[in-house]
């Protein structure tokens, strides 16, 4: 089987800083992680690799930066990474990302293709059901668990608001899951010591040549028109409690106060 991992790398905070000019998101000078979601899909890949054998290849957009991502990606047991990285994809809204990512997943055979339900950051959730519709294949989203026997359907448990659905869906097709769907794994020790020499490919614009209108800010449809922070509105205010049961009374009594309870 031939499974393909998105990975975005993100900052690690929900603090992310904007560009007060260009409204663009700066990278620049914060610590980053692989995005939660799709280490939880990247350790799905590498049950079923652990279980009937599948090479696995991650794939991120970003800057030359996002190359660690990937490399610790690799670290897990991933074989093949790609980062598709060019000045002309950048400033992407989802949709112009999605684009760029369908031109380098077209010129790869993927049995299944796993991306997260979400990144922090954008937290769009859009870029995986995007990227199905683009390639035309069935999607299941907000997967928090998966069976496969080893023949044509994987059967999945969808998360919804008040439980879950149980589908079943036959490849080639895409899944987005959820951080909560697997306890990633560590490094591999072994995988470690090799793998700053291990080759990342970087795809740029000539090797995966999408419509240079679809594509960086001027395929991207959505402006953001202003960013800003939300402003305090009023001071907090700090209640000492001696312990758990009165910390809990003063919060109740509070809640009673605001909403007439
Ligand atoms: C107008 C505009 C301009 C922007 N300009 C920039 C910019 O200049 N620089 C910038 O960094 N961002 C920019 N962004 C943000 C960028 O569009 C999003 O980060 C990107 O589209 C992913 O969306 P998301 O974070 O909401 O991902 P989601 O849709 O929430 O992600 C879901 C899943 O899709 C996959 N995925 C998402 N993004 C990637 C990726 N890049 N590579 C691999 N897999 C991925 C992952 O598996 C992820 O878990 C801009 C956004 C807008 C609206």
Request: with cysteine; glycine share 6%.
């Amino acid at each position: 089987m031939d499974i393909t991992v998105l990975v975005k790398q993100v900052p690690n905070t929900a603090e992310i800083r904007i560009d007060p000019v260009k409204n663009t998101l700066i990278r620049d000078g914060v610590p980053s992680i692989i995005n939660p979601d799709d280490k939880a899909g990247l350790e799905e890949a590498l049950k079923l690799k652990d279980q009937f054998g599948a090479t696995i290849t991650v794939v991120s957009m970003g800057p030359p930066q996002a190359q660690l991502a990937l490399r610790e990606a690799l670290a897990m047991g991933a074989d093949r990474a790609i980062l598709v990285s060019d000045r002309k994809f950048g400033g992407a809204d989802t949709l112009a990302t999605s684009t760029t990512l369908v031109a380098a997943l077209k010129q790869l055979k993927s049995d299944l293709i796993i991306a997260g339900r979400q990144a922090i950051d954008g937290d769009t959730a859009q870029v995986g059901p995007q990227v199905a519709e683009m390639l035309d294949i069935p999607q299941v989203s907000y997967v928090q668990k998966l069976h496969y026997d080893g023949k044509q359907t994987l059967q999945i448990q969808r998360l919804v608001e008040d439980g879950y659905y149980e589908l079943e869906v036959d490849f080639p097709c895409l899944i987005t899951v959820l951080a909560e769907a697997n306890k990633p794994r560590y490094m591999h020790i072994h995988n470690l010591v090799d793998v700053f020499s291990r080759e990342i490919e970087i795809w740029d614009f000539e090797r995966i040549k999408p419509d240079v209108n679809q594509i960086g800010l001027t395929g991207s449809p959505t402006k953001v028109k202003k960013s800003y922070t939300k402003g305090v509105k009023q001071s907090g205010k700090i209640v000492e409690a001696a312990n758990a049961e009165e910390a809990a009374e003063a919060i109740v009594t509070k809640l009673q106060e605001l909403f007439m309870i």
